[in-house]
């Protein structure tokens, strides 16, 4: 059984947005066409509290894009975005939610980050999503969605270390950092993920 995971595909990181990934829109008609080809498709949504230790805002002196260490753990600092409630954290009208069976929001806590859907970034507290696949019979998680260096990564990543098989789809993610993603892709393929075109999808459905 195959989940598709749509990653924070949220106006906040969409052209216009507060923390906007360059041609983050690209990816919508590729996320809309491959839905079909998936036994299950969840999504996750970065949902912060206002003040979250993520911002720069949060943190009198500091520049937003700058790493700081909080409560142990390195931390890059955000411009404010993906408020709970705003606009800005809205899953984006342009995509076809219909198949989406359950959305996992994370960044909640104020203390701390979570880049992944599985996850906080100190590994402290799930978000449940690895039960709740586990639960629906689920071996292959595909990753799409936003951003590819950040939470997209960092998803495939802890996918990868709860045992499913982890595909990335190239053409459905983009990144902040194109180096960082060189790196992100380089570290998923050395822990055994692999990351395929969507059009490599094809003829796989059913
Ligand atoms: C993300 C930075 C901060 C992401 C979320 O969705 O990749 N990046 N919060
Ligand atoms: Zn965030």
């Known amino acids: 059984m195959k989940a ?3 990653i924070d595909i ?13 041609d983050g829109d690209a990816i919508i008609p590729v996320v809309n066409q491959i839905q079909e080809c998936f036994d299950l498709v969840v999504a996750t949504q970065d949902w912060h509290p206002q003040e979250h230790k993520s911002f720069a805002s949060s943190h009198p002196g500091t520049k937003v894009f700058e790493t ?30 219909l198949k989406t069976e359950a959305i996992f929001r994370k960044g909640t806590d104020l203390e701390i980050d979570s880049y992944s ?3 906080d970034n100190g590994h402290l507290k799930s978000t449940g999503l690895g039960n709740y696949l586990r639960g629906k019979g689920i071996k292959e998680v ?51 993920g692999k990351i395929i075109r969507s059009d490599d999808l094809r003829g796989s459905n059913t």
């Open 117 to 119: 859907g599985f996850y």
């Open 4 to 6: 598709l995971v749509l």
């Open 68 to 97: 700081i260490q909080l409560n142990g753990l390195s931390q890059v600092l955000w411009p404010d975005h993906c408020l709970q409630g705003s606009y800005g954290a809205a899953l984006s009208d342009a995509v076809t939610w």
């Open 142 to 192: 595909y990753v799409a969605g936003l951003a590819a260096d950040y939470c997209v990564f960092y998803t495939a990543k802890d996918a990868l270390a709860e045992g499913f098989s982890t595909i990335l789809i190239h053409d459905a993610t983009r990144a902040i950092s194109n180096e960082g993603f060189r790196k992100a892709k380089l570290e998923l393929s050395k822990m055994g």
């Open 10 to 22: 949220q106006n906040d990181f969409l052209p216009g947005g507060a923390l906007a990934v360059p």
